[in-house]
């Protein structure tokens, strides 16, 4: 049965695949990291593009099927010290534009102090790009070395606003040369335009949730997308309404990617 699903599954690849690139405008052109936080095997969450760079669970950070917005789970942080780490690998470590693309889901409010949600460090800086819940505000805190460059406080209205807690968002921040374009729920909230235009990058793991210098936020993330370009405004919508969500490679089939499956139960 399994393989007849396979099958099916290809041959409805093969007839609809010009239908699916007249249709959505999102590519999967750059997309270097994948993770779905749908399960966990052996401690570790799998690189959906098939490219081995899989995450590892660290100090109580648990995929969770409570809270989701595609597939069967999403990443809960909870503890401080929790994190997922992502081993460096070549276009991690070089890439210059870049987007980063994802849900989350604030368990809690600020806490006093800077807490991590993702940070990329390089050596000797820790924001290409760094992203925190600030002590004081639900806003996000998204910045770039050399001269801590971005948004300095940021929610879903723009500069100076707060997210809420127990709700999913969409976030996407794209940096194309020297401006970062902040966007939540697909549209566009604040640009930055003071963007180095050499970022600091190097051979650092990523960091979701603790990273070396700070403790974690408490969230659940879902659906992180790691390109090593800046996307267009329409490909952000796109990827938020679900059209580059992966078939998951079984056999010898590879991995497609877009409107062909629109959950992965």
Known sequence: MKLLTYLCIATLTIMWGGQLSSHAAVSDDGLILYLGFDKESGGKVKDGTGGGNDGALTAGAEITTDEKVHGAGSLEIIDQNASVQVESFQELAEYQDNSYIFWINFIQGSNGAWSQIIAKPAPGADRSPGIWVRPAELGIHYRFNPGNKGAGYV??????????????????????GTKLTFYVDGVAKAEYNDIPAAIDQGADKLFIGKSPRYRAATFHLDELYIFNRALSADEITEVKDGLLLPVEPKDKLATTWGKLKSHRD
């Open 155 to 176: 929610g879903p209205d723009g500069n100076n606003t707060q997210f809420e807690t127990k709700k999913w968002y969409h976030i996407a921040g794209v940096r194309a």
